[in-house]
């Protein structure tokens, strides 16, 4: 498959995957998703890949979904695109996996490192779940991983405020 919104490069068996949309902070879109999705499901297969980082190009790691995508996505009907993928069920069969924030880790930005096995936050990286300022609920599974990282306390105000915090 080839990919629009991510770039992948291997190096001494770690696949870097790169959400790679610098202008929007790389900002989630539905093809984003599938092509992560289809990225580390071809590490997964292959021998020569050890490990998987996920990091964002530019200054963000991900500003959260880009709602006009997704909008777009269901208004073309793309059956790709809105086909909705098992992230948490992925995560748990993959291969090592280690998040490198750069910056921004929002909404679904940080929804899709809680699943991930290491976490990495970089000088400056941000992480907020703003679900509750958009009036939405969390998905990804983040009700349910954020606790099981952070504790019910820290979980409970990162969801009910939608408070940042710095790494």
């Given at each position: 498959m080839p990919y629009e919104t991510i770039l992948t490069n291997v190096v001494d068996?770690?696949?870097?995957?790169?959400?790679?949309?610098?202008?929007?902070?790389?900002?989630?879109?539905?093809?984003?998703?599938?092509?992560?999705?289809?990225?580390?499901?071809?590490a997964n297969d292959d021998n020569d890949v050890i490990a998987i980082v996920v990091t964002g190009a530019g200054r963000g790691f991900?500003?959260?979904?880009?709602?006009?995508?997704?909008?777009?996505?269901?208004?073309?009907?793309?059956?790709?695109?809105?086909?909705?993928?098992?992230?948490?069920?992925?995560?748990?069969?993959c291969k090592p996996i280690v998040a490198a924030v750069n910056g921004p880790a929002i909404g679904?930005?940080?929804?899709?490192?809680?699943?991930?096995?290491?976490i990495i936050g970089a000088a400056g990286a941000k992480f907020s779940l703003r679900f509750v300022k958009v009036?939405?609920?969390?998905?990804?599974?983040s009700s349910n991983l954020v606790p099981m990282r952070v504790g019910f306390g820290k979980a409970s105000e990162l969801m009910l405020t939608g408070k940042t915090i710095l790494a």
């Open positions: 068996g770690v696949l870097t995957v790169t959400m790679n949309r610098p202008e929007k902070l790389n900002a989630w879109t539905p093809r984003m998703g599938v092509e992560m999705a289809d990225a580390i499901s071809a991900c500003a959260g979904a880009d709602m006009s995508e997704v909008f777009q996505a269901q208004l073309d009907g793309d059956e790709e695109d809105r086909t909705p993928m098992d992230w948490v069920g992925l995560m748990r069969s679904v930005g940080l929804s899709q490192v809680m699943s991930m096995d290491h009036g939405v609920v969390p998905e990804l599974g």
